[in-house]
């Protein structure tokens, strides 16, 4: 048996409970490790709004869910925890803005500022358990490896690395210095760590041990994360071009550009099947084939898409700077349902069972489901 197979049976032996994604959870920004923005429950057929809840403060994170609790950062420099009835749980302040979307860690939230920490804390109550400080600013969420017993905690940093830490006590485990800027989340399947950043390289790791495996030079800067289905990846890059790679053989499939405007890309890709899509500074969400790489359809907004979308079933829900959250289908890119929420959505939407939970900039958490008669 190679080592290479030997890895990739004992990661899938310690893979965690929400990497197959649990009905009442989204412990993750993307759902899952991969980062693959899929959910494995449908979203409702009419979706209704059930309460909101105001933050009073800006935010450019996400809402992550565990244990019926949704817990976002705000732009004033804390951390909200909300209950699924829509009232305030608890709020932790960080002494920064939290613009990296927490992660939901067992019987703890794990969350960072931009002052450079890392903090965890128990979901029920908040008091912080532990915290890491790093050298500069933390754009990107953290993710979370698990592999024969052992886990480690990752996050990108502007001070050009990316850290592991121990969850249990804080500890650095390892750290792989970049080029520059650490913005994105690293993706995480198969035992591998992916991840980009502003040197415009995307590294592959050994999660076990930080070593630095194999290196894809794409040239230009990435400023979001990539979403694997190994052997596979796709990420896009700040002037507009969509990258699948293959992270086995370390190496480019294809790369294409994302329309004819060349808009940014900042939205991360979400995965399902032959399809693959992606959002830009074009106004435009994008369906590719993934394959080839040719542009199967494409829904244009009247603002820039840099919030990722999430794929239920043979739905699309995303939301625009336009204001609008959007529900199209899968296969044809057709509008079946949308919803102004009366300000900026740059962020991934949560996806439970029955609901579903946007953040808009304005610090506005909406819950959507079906009201019960």
């Known amino acids: 048996m190679t080592k290479g197979l030997l890895l990739f049976i004992v990661f899938l032996l310690g893979t965690p409970a929400f990497a197959a994604g649990q009905d009442n959870d989204w412990p993750v920004f993307r759902g899952n490790p991969e980062l693959s923005g899929r959910s494995a429950v449908l979203l409702p057929d009419n979706p209704a709004v059930l309460w909101t809840f105001n933050a009073g403060a800006r935010s450019k994170s996400s809402p992550v869910v565990g244990s019926n609790i949704i817990f976002f950062g705000t732009d004033a420099g804390s951390l909200v925890a909300v209950n699924a009835d829509g009232k305030l749980r608890w709020k932790s302040g960080a002494g920064s803005a939290v613009e990296a979307p927490p992660l939901v860690s067992g019987d703890n939230i794990i969350y960072s500022s931009s002052d450079g920490t890392v903090r965890s804390a128990l979901k029920e109550s908040g008091r912080i358990i532990w915290s890491y400080k790093t050298g500069n600013q933390i754009a990107g969420s953290a993710n979370m490896w698990n592999i024969a017993g052992k886990s480690g905690i990752l996050v990108g940093s502007y001070d050009f690395y990316l850290h592991c830490i121990s969850p249990e006590s804080g500890k650095p485990l ?13 993706a995480i399947s198969n035992g591998r760590v992916l991840f980009g950043g502003c040197d415009g ?67 991360i890709p979400s995965l399902s099947g032959n399809k693959v899509l992606i959002g830009s500074d074009d106004n435009n969400l994008y369906c590719f084939d993934s394959a080839t790489g040719n542009t199967l359809w494409s829904f244009r907004t009247n603002g820039s898409v840099r919030g990722s979308p999430v794929i ?6 995303f939301g625009s ?3 609008y959250i959007y529900i199209v289908g899968l296969n044809d890119g057709k509008r079946k349902w949308s919803f102004n929420c009366g300000s900026p959505v740059s962020s991934t939407p949560a996806v439970t069972k029955n609901r579903f939970y946007v953040l808009t900039e304005e610090g506005r958490l909406i819950a959507f489901g079906v009201k019960q008669r």
């Open 174 to 186: 390892w750290k792989v210095e970049t080029e520059n800027f650490v913005n994105g989340t690293p």
């Open 321 to 323: 700077n336009d204001g």
């Open 201 to 267: 390289i995307l590294r592959i790791v050994n999660p076990l041990t930080g070593r630095q495996t194999d290196t894809i030079n794409a040239g230009v800067y990435i400023a979001s994360s990539p979403a694997i289905d190994f052997p596979y990846a796709y990420v896009g890059d700040y002037e507009g071009t969509f990258y699948k790679v293959d992270i086995s053989a370390g190496k480019m499939v294809w790369k294409k550009a994302a329309g004819s405007e060349g808009g940014s890309i900042m939205s």
């Open 312 to 317: 239920a079933g043979d739905k699309v829900l």
